[in-house]
């Protein structure tokens, strides 16, 4: 049990800055006691399996020199720390695009960093999403599988009846 107990809590290690002697900014987890360390409130990464290859394509005629670039690509539902009451696990993942989607292009989508979607659809359904804090991002990928962009990882919170109720 004291084992368990150890390994929580440096799972749960904070990371601090402070200045030290040289006046050097030092970020670090163990901080020295006699310094003034404040703790860094660092933002959550958008960590993803590979996307799936996608299928062989048909050579393709030269790009135009002048290709439009996507300009706005962003999760639109749900909203940064939304509650969503979903006594089913249903949740709806809306993805904003502009321009439109390109031939050969793909959205995967990524549920708590697994890949739980796919495809050109600009919206996913979700389905048996545990109750609790998650978050949800997408990569837009060309049809080689090179990553062109990601959105930023949005939380949500899903609300659930009991099980014991």
């Keep these: 049990m004291l084992i368990f107990g150890l390994v929580s809590v440096s799972v749960q290690a904070e990371i601090y ?3 030290d002697a040289a ?3 030092v970020y670090g987890d163990n901080p020295p006691k006699q310094s003034a360390a404040k703790p860094v409130d660092l933002p959550m990464l958008t960590v993803a399996d590979s996307p799936a290859p996608a299928p ?3 050579p393709e005629a030269a790009p135009a020199a002048e290709e439009e670039a996507y300009t706005d690509f962003a999760i639109t539902s749900p909203t940064a720390d939304e509650a969503i009451r979903a ?3 249903n949740v709806t993942v809306s993805v ?3 321009p439109a989607l390109k031939p050969g292009d793909g959205v995967a989508l990524y549920l708590d960093s697994k890949q739980v979607g796919s495809g050109t659809s600009l919206s996913f359904a979700l389905t048996e999403v545990e109750r609790g804090e998650h978050s949800v991002f997408a ?3 060309n049809a080689a599988g090179d990553i062109i962009q990601n959105t930023e990882s949005v939380k949500f919170s899903v609300l659930r009846h009991s099980a014991l109720q």
Excluded: I
């Design 56 to 58: 062989a394509a048909k």
């Design 139 to 141: 990569v837009l990928s």
């Design 96 to 98: 904003s695009l502009k």
């Design 17 to 19: 800055r402070w200045v």
């Design 87 to 89: 006594n089913e696990g």
């Design 23 to 25: 006046g050097n900014t």
